[in-house]
């Protein structure tokens, strides 16, 4: 028994090709004749993670099956890009769909699979190591974000997940797809350092977090509490590099050229809706509240409130709002000349001015943000780091906003400040925007998160 924990342990600290040759002894690639074994002898070697408020699956790509231009797609080309997740897909999908207990049109709870029947819950990251030497110039582990549909089974590679992605840096660092530390503190403790490439995107992220041990591995116990996540973890600190443009190519961030665009209520009805169409990390269709009907109420101190799940929940349950909440989501995609049937982006977020009810924690802006159609319980992290980004563009509603806000003794930033604190349902997320002043360019987003694994194992599908 100790030499078979013993064996375990020096496998998860081999460099990355040991351990992928080792891994593929032990566990081949999967082919899509894979599919037609009985369900109790298909399965694949995954972990299960939390990583910010969403959970999912990380599976090593070399454990998939196969799939045209791998490599080529990794080179930045949208075309090749497009082509690549196409064949992910495809060649993913007999494996990935009923992993996570999809399809589910009938009940939409994903309970036959890994999934849990909400969007933020349906996530799977692959990640591989770098392919040649030039890749390994600027990375250290290349990652795919795969988002499962939960009724339909439809797998989205079009956008990347920034919640997901704070688990991937510390799991590779931990699995030795690299190995560099700093020094972080005065008291000589370290951190690690790991160079994410996000495929879907073509973006690279640059992740920090706290290590200890020697060989030095992730230490995901630590002091800092994240909205939505009970307890405290270690922080993980995650800078997305040059992010605009990340869908439409567009680096000062706005598709259409504009700050706000008019968009209609209704198919064939006049445009009447302004939006803010933002393309950081992962594109954006922003709105106010204001716009929807949803305006502030008056308290009996005069302060202006409302209440954050108060609107999710008039979402959720008023299926006219919801419909000309999805309407505008696609005419929003049109105008960024992006796909309005891919329901992962662009996402729309609704807008709010920070509460000035007594009591309330201090926010610079609020939002209720929605995902493949579905109220985001807190907010999607790359639409928080769009929204962070929007604030700084002059212009915007959100700029508006803030700028407003930031003239009231509630707002939680200094006018002119880099940080925007960012209210959402389950709290708030305070996302830090590097802009270049002499031309607008978004040079980095830069935020906080937590993770951990929480299993590993055999996900039988």
Same mark, same amino acid.
């Given at each position: 028994? %100790?030499?078979?924990?013993?064996?375990? *342990?020096?496998?998860?600290?081999?460099?990355?090709?040991?351990?992928? %040759? @080792?891994?593929?002894?032990?566990?081949?690639? *999967?082919?899509?004749?894979?599919?037609?074994? /009985?369900?109790?002898?298909?399965?694949?070697?995954?972990?299960?993670?939390?990583?910010?408020?969403?959970? &999912?699956?990380?599976?090593?790509?070399?454990?998939?099956?196969?799939?045209?231009?791998?490599?080529?797609?990794?080179?930045?080309?949208?075309?090749?890009?497009?082509?690549?997740?196409?064949?992910? %897909?495809?060649?993913?999908?007999?494996?990935?769909?009923?992993?996570?207990?999809?399809?589910?049109?009938?009940? &939409?709870?994903?309970?036959?699979?890994?999934?849990?029947?909400? @969007?933020?819950? @349906?996530?799977?990251?692959? $990640?591989? /190591? !770098?392919?040649?030497?030039?890749?390994?110039? #600027?990375? #250290?582990?290349?990652?795919?974000?795969?988002?499962?549909?939960?009724?339909? +089974?439809? *797998? #989205?590679?079009?956008?990347?997940?920034?919640?997901?992605?704070?688990?991937?840096?510390? *799991?590779?660092?931990?699995?030795?797809?690299?190995?560099?530390?700093?020094?972080?503190?005065?008291?000589?403790?370290?951190?690690?350092?790991?160079?994410?490439?996000?495929?879907?995107? @073509?973006?690279?992220?640059?992740?920090?977090?706290?290590?200890?041990?020697?060989? !030095?591995?992730?230490?995901?116990?630590?002091?800092?509490?994240?909205?939505?996540?009970?307890?405290?973890?270690?922080? $993980?600190?995650?800078?997305? $590099?040059?992010? %605009?443009?990340?869908?439409? &190519?567009?680096?000062? +961030?706005?598709?259409?050229?504009?700050?706000? #665009?008019?968009?209609?209520?209704?198919? &064939?009805?006049e445009p009447s809706i302004p939006a803010s169409l933002v393309d950081v990390s992962n594109p954006g269709v922003f709105v106010l509240g204001s716009s929807l009907g949803l305006a502030e109420a008056t308290t009996e101190d005069g302060n202006q409130q409302v209440a954050l799940n108060e609107v999710a929940a008039a979402i959720e349950t008023d299926a006219d709002l919801k419909a000309t909440v999805d309407h505008l989501r696609r005419e929003g995609a049109s105008r960024m000349g992006m796909d309005p049937d891919t329901e992962s982006v662009p996402k729309i977020v609704i807008l709010f001015p920070p509460s000035t009810a007594a009591g309330e924690t201090a926010t610079d802006i609020r939002c209720v943000a929605l995902s493949m159609g579905q109220v985001h319980k807190a907010v999607p992290l790359t639409l928080a780091l769009c929204l962070g980004a929007a604030a700084r563009i002059p212009g915007t509603l959100a700029q508006q906003l803030v700028a407003q806000a930031q003239q009231n003794p509630t707002s939680a930033s200094e006018g002119g400040s880099g940080t925007i604190v960012i209210g959402h349902p389950s709290g708030r997320v305070e996302v830090g925007t590097t802009l270049d002043e002499t031309d607008g360019t978004v040079l980095s987003a830069e935020l906080h998160r937590t993770a951990r694994v929480m299993m590993e194992g055999k996900v039988f599908y």
């Amino acid at each position: 028994m %100790a030499d078979r924990i013993a064996q375990r *342990l020096l496998a998860r600290l081999r460099p990355p090709g040991r351990q992928a %040759a @080792s891994a593929r002894r032990s566990h081949a690639r *999967l082919s899509s004749s894979s599919s037609r074994l /009985p369900p109790h002898e298909r399965s694949f070697p995954a972990y299960f993670v939390r990583g910010g408020t969403s959970n &999912g699956l990380v599976i090593r790509e070399d454990v998939l099956p196969a799939f045209d231009d791998a490599r080529g797609s990794r080179r930045g080309n949208a075309a090749a890009v497009a082509d690549a997740m196409r064949a992910r %897909a495809a060649a993913w999908t007999p494996v990935l769909v009923p992993a996570m207990g999809s399809p589910d049109p009938q009940h &939409g709870r994903q309970l036959d699979g890994m999934g849990s029947g909400v @969007s933020s819950t @349906s996530k799977i990251c692959v $990640i591989a /190591p !770098p392919a040649n030497d030039a890749e390994r110039a #600027d990375r #250290d582990v290349n990652f795919t974000f795969v988002q499962v549909g939960i009724r339909d +089974g439809r *797998l #989205d590679l079009a956008g990347n997940c920034g919640n997901m992605i704070s688990a991937v840096g510390p *799991l590779a660092f931990d699995l030795g797809y690299c190995d560099t530390t700093t020094t972080a503190d005065d008291d000589g403790s370290k951190e690690g350092v790991v160079r994410i490439f996000n495929t879907n995107t @073509s973006k690279l992220i640059r992740s920090r977090f706290r290590v200890a041990g020697d060989p !030095p591995r992730f230490c995901p116990d630590g002091d800092y509490a994240m909205d939505g996540v009970p307890g405290t973890h270690s922080r $993980i600190t995650m800078s997305f $590099i040059r992010p %605009a443009g990340a869908k439409t &190519g567009a680096q000062n +961030g706005l598709p259409t050229g504009q700050a706000v #665009d008019m968009l209609s209520r209704r198919p &064939g009805a006049e445009p009447s809706i302004p939006a803010s169409l933002v393309d950081v990390s992962n594109p954006g269709v922003f709105v106010l509240g204001s716009s929807l009907g949803l305006a502030e109420a008056t308290t009996e101190d005069g302060n202006q409130q409302v209440a954050l799940n108060e609107v999710a929940a008039a979402i959720e349950t008023d299926a006219d709002l919801k419909a000309t909440v999805d309407h505008l989501r696609r005419e929003g995609a049109s105008r960024m000349g992006m796909d309005p049937d891919t329901e992962s982006v662009p996402k729309i977020v609704i807008l709010f001015p920070p509460s000035t009810a007594a009591g309330e924690t201090a926010t610079d802006i609020r939002c209720v943000a929605l995902s493949m159609g579905q109220v985001h319980k807190a907010v999607p992290l790359t639409l928080a780091l769009c929204l962070g980004a929007a604030a700084r563009i002059p212009g915007t509603l959100a700029q508006q906003l803030v700028a407003q806000a930031q003239q009231n003794p509630t707002s939680a930033s200094e006018g002119g400040s880099g940080t925007i604190v960012i209210g959402h349902p389950s709290g708030r997320v305070e996302v830090g925007t590097t802009l270049d002043e002499t031309d607008g360019t978004v040079l980095s987003a830069e935020l906080h998160r937590t993770a951990r694994v929480m299993m590993e194992g055999k996900v039988f599908y």
